[in-house]
Nanobody, 116 residues
């Protein structure tokens, strides 16, 4: 059974940075595609960034050039480095895992709030 636990959220001023972490427990972390999604109040959940088992990455258009996803297979952890944060980045951020690009497992989420 896979469990995901996010950490690193909080309150930051516009233009600031945060790094989110997602700790994976279970077996064979390295074969999973890992993703970060976010959901703002009244909005649908959207893909922020994804990193495949081979290390290739995808970022959503709204965060390209500002956010970077990475993984450490030895620590079974995936990270989301968020720079130049904007108030519109405010949301609950969720970590996901799946053997394909479709998430199967989800974390409980971590709140990110960017003040203007």
């Amino acid at each position: 059974q896979v469990q995901l636990v996010e950490s690193g959220g909080g309150l930051v001023q516009s233009g600031g940075s945060l790094r989110l972490s997602c700790a994976f427990s279970g077996s064979r972390f390295s074969i999973y595609a890992m993703g970060w999604y976010r959901q703002a109040p009244g909005e649908q959940r959207e893909l922020v960034a994804r990193i495949r088992s081979g290390g290739s990455t995808t970022c959503g258009d709204s965060v390209k050039g500002r956010f970077t996803v990475s993984r450490d297979n030895a620590k079974t952890t995936v990270y989301l480095q968020m720079n130049s944060l904007k108030p519109e980045d405010t949301a609950i951020y969720y970590c996901s895992a799946g053997l394909s690009l479709t998430p199967v497992y989800w974390g409980q989420g971590t709140q990110v709030t960017v003040s203007s």
